[in-house]
Each structure stands twice: as C-alpha cells, then as structure tokens.
C-alpha cells in the first residue's frame, strides 16, 4: 500500500535559478547545487529533485503539486520579498484549506496549502 510521495522531479533550464527559488520557499538542497546536471533538495520529509533540460527542449502543463506548510501566509510574504509573483493570494477554500498558488521559473504549477482545522505544527525544514 501506498504512504506518501516520496519525491517529485521537476525539469529546469536554468539550475541556479531553480534552486534559488525553491530555497525560498524552504527547501535545503541535499544533493548537486546550482551547476549540477541533477539536484535534490529536502524540506522536512519532502523531496524535490531538480533535473536540467536544454532549452529546446519544452514542456507543457502537467498539472500541479501541492506542499503542506504551516505558515502559508508567511510564504507568501517570502516569496513576494524574493520577487515572485503567485498568482493567488492566500485565501481560506471551501475544502478546508489556506492556501496560494505559484508558477516556479520554469513554469511548474505548485500550490502550498494548511489544513485549517489542523493546529500549527512546523514541518522541520
């Protein structure tokens, strides 16, 4: 039976940039870094693994991802900081969730999400 996602990997044309945005949003890179072919960075027991493509090559909509954090409203001040743009604010869903919506530099759809009868607990990061 399945449990969880352990990972979820993401094409990039740019490594530097993608790392640096997925730094924003909380993740650690664990493995590679900005000059290399593959990274895989971790924000508590979520992975995300970055690996680049050439610029010919493209990719079209796929869906989304979605991260639990605790302090969605504090991301999205981060990620505004950082000079991102997401292209919903924060708002409360009729499903029980906070949440907002972002596009990271390559054009991947992720959303970051709480459950809102779920108390605050922080994800180790």
């Not at 909509?61 to 604010?89: E, N």
Request: proline fraction near 7%; aromatic fraction near 14%.
């Amino acid at each position: 039976m399945i449990q969880s996602i352990s990972a979820i990997t993401l094409a990039t044309h740019d490594m530097a940039r993608a790392v640096g945005f997925y730094s924003v949003a909380g993740f650690s890179a664990v493995h590679g870094g900005v000059d290399a072919p593959f990274t895989s960075l971790r924000s508590g027991t979520c992975f995300v693994n970055l690996t680049a493509q050439p610029a010919e090559r493209a990719w079209s909509w796929w869906g989304r991802v979605i991260f639990y954090d605790s302090d969605v409203d504090g991301l999205y001040a981060r990620m505004l900081a950082a000079g991102y743009r997401p292209s919903t604010k924060p708002r409360d869903a009729e499903w029980g969730e906070r949440y907002f919506h972002i596009l990271d530099p390559d054009g991947h759809e992720l959303s970051f999400a709480w459950p809102l009868d779920r108390p605050e607990n922080p994800p180790a990061r």
